[in-house]
Nanobody, 125 residues
Framework: VQLQASGGGLVQAGCSLSLSCATSEHTFSPSVIAWFRQAPGKEREFVAA????????RYTDSVKGRFTISGDNAKTTVNLQMNSLKPEDTAVYYC???????????????????WGQGTQVTVSS
């Protein structure tokens, strides 16, 4: 199973970007997909997650009201719409999935089994 992240780029502060995470197998159908990010010299941190089993998406406090995570009904693609970007949002963004049988969102990095390759987001001031 592979996750393919795309959509990163270089933008100015205040602008928007949309990231996408696609699964390589339509039979994978994970219940929970999350976005993490890692800035230079920092630990990889949780950004947002969505569960197709119900409940509200979850966000880290620093992106609430600016980022929106959404998924398609086929459970093959998850998007992260990032608005009002700030220089501190600069990082490599990774999508990750929990094993299919697990439906609960976690903010812990080690709760996610499958990882994409990462996509760079750079926000200039």
């Amino acid at each position: 199973v592979q996750l393919q992240a795309s959509g990163g780029g270089l933008v100015q502060a205040g602008c928007s970007l949309s990231l996408s995470c696609a699964t390589s197998e339509h039979t994978f159908s994970p219940s929970v997909i999350a976005w993490f990010r890692q800035a230079p010299g920092k630990e990889r941190e949780f950004v947002a997650a969505i569960s197709w089993s119900g409940g509200s998406p979850r966000y880290t406090d620093s992106v609430k009201g600016r980022f929106t995570i959404s998924g398609d009904n086929a459970k093959t693609t998850v998007n992260l719409q990032m608005n009002s970007l700030k220089p501190e949002d600069t990082a490599v963004y990774y999508c990750a999935a929990r094993p299919r049988r697990i439906t609960v969102i976690s903010t812990a990095r080690n709760a996610y089994t499958y990882w994409g390759q990462g996509t760079q987001v750079t926000v200039s001031s």
